[in-house]
């Protein structure tokens, strides 16, 4: 739900990415944290397990800066996309104004997005909200994958009500931006027109073509551009063992569904941890990379001298409960 | 699509936003003022349900108001969630206790959270009597000011063109 807010003046929206497991939710979330410029960003905050499957949902704020005198921020979230964390998945959407659904370009994830998507809708549906007048896209990742469906199949497949559709190798940054910028600008421009009395709903728009990877993001798609690399990358994601596992607690309500080998190396209580990434963390796999997976924030644009700590340790339903700590330091207001 | 729900559309739009006035958060930041002044309480944040900040008074001494408000929401939808699965209609509050420094969490009407940050200057009973109070003085407000959201257009007429640029900046 849009909130608008005339003494501190400014918009904030929430957008939500949505999609099944492993379709690369995170990632893009990942890469805009990773890409945006410094004062427009905040921290990225992650409540995944152990094995980097996210649990409970990423979060981080996405600054547009001061758009006709109001500062309007986005809240980009993603959803945890397995199949057993419904409930959560559904608590992420509560008010949610834009969705982008990446599915998983790999043809024997067709099931999975489409059941996905199905999801989605009945969720909505359960916030008595209608799709239809969401605005949202799909971003067709892992465009990389050898064993990617064509964007034609995808779309007569997944994309019912014709949205505008992207494609997308989340992990080397293509197509992200793209993405977040059409579904960002459908979302601002429904704000808009319910506050000019909401004439038209805001549905989806009516560009049909897919948009390519390795495109530049203003550039409108030309059908004919090929996908920037058909290779596969030599191994999408070799520093990602540490999330072959998931936390011990995790699997013993639900062993990983993708089965790899587990991780020996820390085993721990049953708190999710929560990834801080600072804002000009550096490479992704760092990112991911997590010897300590604890509650951490840094002291990021801290105003006073004084230090700050804050420690979150949100330990779920399906499994937990809730804890919150916070601990003050510096003075801001 | 039923007819009275196309009818309905528009009322909808609307009621799915949330605006604050700046006359209306002077209230509340006079009751929040109140609050601390008589609870002993550090500091007070008024979140609403998605997440997002709607007012704060007090010694707020965080780097981070955007992740501590998406946090609270988190977490007190979870713990929604789980009065819902228990049969409980909703826990409206909750506790979390540090070594320092607690958190009390408080709904308040239906779409807001109350976020209440105390240190041992304190007790969770001073700081519940009075959330509490207070809660219900700011329920009241919002009732009063719901009538108010149809009025005219809220953001200025070059909102949208202004938007889209920005939108051109951020992500050229
Ligand atoms: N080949 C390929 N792999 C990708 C691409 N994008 C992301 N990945 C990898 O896919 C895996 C899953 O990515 P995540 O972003 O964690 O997936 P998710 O959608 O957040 O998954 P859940 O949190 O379980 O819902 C990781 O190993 C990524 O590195 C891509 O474009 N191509
Ligand atoms: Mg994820």
């Excluded at chain 1, 800066?65 to 959803?79: C, D, E, H, I, S």
């Excluded at chain 1, 050898?146 to 199949?153: F, G, H």
């Excluded at chain 1, 960002?184 to 805001?202: C, F, H, Q, T, W």
């Amino acid at each position: 739900m849009v909130q608008i807010n005339f003494a501190l003046k400014e918009v904030n929206c929430k957008i939500v990415f949505y999609g099944p497991g492993m379709s690369g939710k995170t990632t893009n979330l990942e890469i805009v944290h990773e890409k945006a410029p410094e004062e427009n960003k905040g921290e990225l905050t992650s409540i995944s397990t152990d094995g980097d499957r996210t649990l409970f949902f990423d979060f981080m704020p996405l600054d547009l800066g001061n758009v006709a005198g109001m500062r309007t921020k986005f809240q980009l979230y993603t959803v945890p996309g397995q199949v057993y964390y419904n409930s959560t998945r559904k608590l992420v959407l509560q008010g949610v104004d834009g969705v982008i659904f990446v599915a998983d370009s790999d043809a024997e994830k067709m099931s999975e997005n489409i059941e996905s998507y199905q999801n989605l809708i009945e969720n909505l549906q359960e916030y008595g909200k209608d799709i239809r007048e969401l605005p949202h896209v799909i971003q067709y990742n892992k465009r990389d994958h050898a064993n990617a469906m064509s964007v034609e199949d995808m779309d007569s497949q997944l994309n019912k009500f014709g949205v505008p559709t992207f494609e997308a190798v989340a992990y080397r940054g293509e197509g992200v931006f793209p993405t977040l910028k059409t579904l960002a600008g459908m979302v601002l421009e429904s704000i808009d027109r319910m506050d000019r009395g909401g004439k038209r709903a805001p549905a989806a728009e009516p560009a049909r073509a897919t948009q390519k990877v390795g495109k530049p993001a203003a550039a409108p798609a030309p059908r004919v551009a090929a996908p920037a690399s058909t290779q596969r990358p030599s191994s999408p994601k070799s520093a990602g063992s540490n999330r072959a596992a998931a936390a011990p607690s995790m699997a013993t309500a639900r062993p990983s569904a993708r089965g790899k080998a587990p991780v020996a190396a820390n085993p721990r209580p049953a708190a999710a941890p929560m990834r801080t990434s600072t804002a000009g963390k550096p490479a992704l796999s760092q990112n991911r990379r997590q010897a300590q997976p604890v509650a951490r924030v840094p002291a990021r644009r801290a105003s006073g001298g004084l230090a700050l700590v804050i420690t979150l340790s949100v330990l779920l339903v399906g499994a937990a409960a809730g804890v919150v700590y916070f601990f003050m330091g510096s003075n801001l207001s | 699509m039923s007819e009275a729900k196309k009818m309905s559309r528009n009322d909808k739009l609307r009621h799915d936003r949330l605006t604050f006035y700046k006359d209306d958060i002077d209230k509340i930041d006079k009751l929040l003022a109140e609050f601390l002044r008589l609870s002993g309480a550090k500091s007070a944040l008024l979140i609403d349900k998605e997440g997002h900040l709607v007012t704060k008074r007090g010694e707020i001494k965080t780097i981070d108001i955007d992740t501590i408000s998406a946090l609270v929401a988190g977490s007190f939808a979870a713990t929604k969630e789980m009065a819902r699965l228990l049969g409980e209609e909703e826990f409206t509050a909750m506790y979390h206790q540090g070594e320092r420094d607690n958190i009390q969490l408080g709904l308040v009407g239906d779409r807001t959270l109350l976020t209440i940050l105390f240190d041992d200057r304190t007790t969770v009973g001073m700081v519940r009597l009075y959330a509490n109070e207070t809660a219900k003085k700011l329920a009241d407000i919002f009732k009063s000011t719901m009538g108010r959201q149809h009025e005219s257009p809220d953001l200025g007429a070059d909102y949208g063109t202004n938007a889209k640029k920005s939108l051109d900046k951020l992500f050229d």
